[in-house]
């Protein structure tokens, strides 16, 4: 089946984040991508028939368009600056949030769950030098761009879908989570407990979501954005449970959904399991930073 009649948005993914060159799905990676109940997936290497070759690395401070998962794109095309600004721009609002909340980013292990092609991660290297920085994301590709370009100083694995990540109980100080849970369905409160797991005692998680006040500043701000139309079918499908709505899940699959939540009710449910310690609106683009700390057992 060509990628031209996968689903729109389906089509769109492939050909902005694999590439062009991309090969097609056999039928059988086809209804893997599409399953909504299967764990433990990640997004391969692009291979030829052939299989693949991984070259040693050549100089670049940049990883190729296909990797930067929209950051930076600027009518139609990527803007390098803007890659490298935006990243920038989220890792100062970090260190600032966390700062004031008397976190020294220095002082234990940080993880960046979801770190892409370490968009955020690269601008720790002040920090880098004092503990150990990890990032782990679902993109192989991605991550072995990262391991070939930004380790040292940082640390890079791939991971999958399934909420379990390769550390030992209480290994970081902080753990990052930028726009990770705005694609997390019915596994987000198994990959909280999950990033739970891995913190210290007394460290710190930085969980960014969409919200309702993400809703309306999209709507205000962009009124072509897809996302209005994804929330407008859902009202259309059921108007008086949309009266009423707590999460609102619009599209499918381990990438392409997007999840939102009335804010309250989320903070209250995790509050459960981590003490909530602030919350910070439009701290990374239109997402919410809420910040939690893991208590004394």
């Known amino acids: 089946m060509s990628i031209w009649l996968l689903p729109m948005n389906t089509a769109r993914f492939v050909r902005h984040i694999l590439g062009p060159r991309v090969r097609r799905m056999t039928p059988f990676e086809e209804e893997l991508n599409a399953a909504r109940n299967i764990s433990g997936l990640y997004l391969p290497w692009s291979r030829s028939t052939s299989g693949l070759i991984r070259s040693s690395a050549t100089p670049t401070m940049l990883p190729p368009p296909n990797l930067r998962h929209f950051y930076g794109l600027k009518n139609g095309h990527y803007d390098d600056d803007l890659y490298l600004s935006s990243g920038a721009n989220d890792a100062t609002i970090l260190r600032r949030i966390l700062g004031q909340d008397g976190?020294?980013?220095?002082?234990?292990?940080?993880?960046?769950?979801?770190?892409?092609?370490?968009?955020?991660?690269?601008?720790?290297?002040?920090?880098?030098?004092?503990?150990?920085?990890?990032?782990?994301?679902?993109?192989?590709?991605?991550?072995?761009?990262?391991?070939?370009?930004?380790?040292?100083?940082?640390?890079?694995?791939?991971?999958?879908?399934?909420?379990?990540?390769?550390?030992a109980d209480e290994t970081f100080g902080v753990v990052f989570a930028g726009s990770v849970f705005t694609h997390l369905a019915e596994l987000a409160d198994a990959w909280f407990l999950e990033l739970r797991r891995v913190l210290r005692v007394g460290g710190r998680l930085y969980v960014t979501i969409s919200d309702e006040g993400t809703l309306a500043q999209i709507a205000q701000t962009q009124p072509t954005h897809p996302s209005n139309a994804h929330i407008a079918a859902l009202r259309a499908d059921d108007p008086k449970r949309f009266e009423t709505w707590q999460a609102l899940y619009t599209r499918q699959g381990a990438w392409a959904q997007r999840s939102v939540y009335r804010r309250a009710t989320w903070i209250a449910r995790m509050s459960r399991w981590m003490a909530h310690r602030s919350t910070h609106p439009f701290a990374y683009g239109w997402q919410t930073a809420v910040i939690f700390a893991k208590e004394v057992r």
């Open 103 to 167: 976190v020294d980013l220095g002082a234990a292990p940080f993880l960046d769950f979801g770190c892409s092609a370490g968009r955020v991660l690269r601008h720790f290297t002040v920090e880098a030098e004092k503990t150990a920085f990890w990032g782990v994301d679902i993109h192989a590709e991605a991550i072995s761009w990262a391991q070939d370009h930004l380790a040292p100083p940082f640390h890079f694995v791939t991971t999958t879908t399934a909420p379990h990540l390769p550390f």
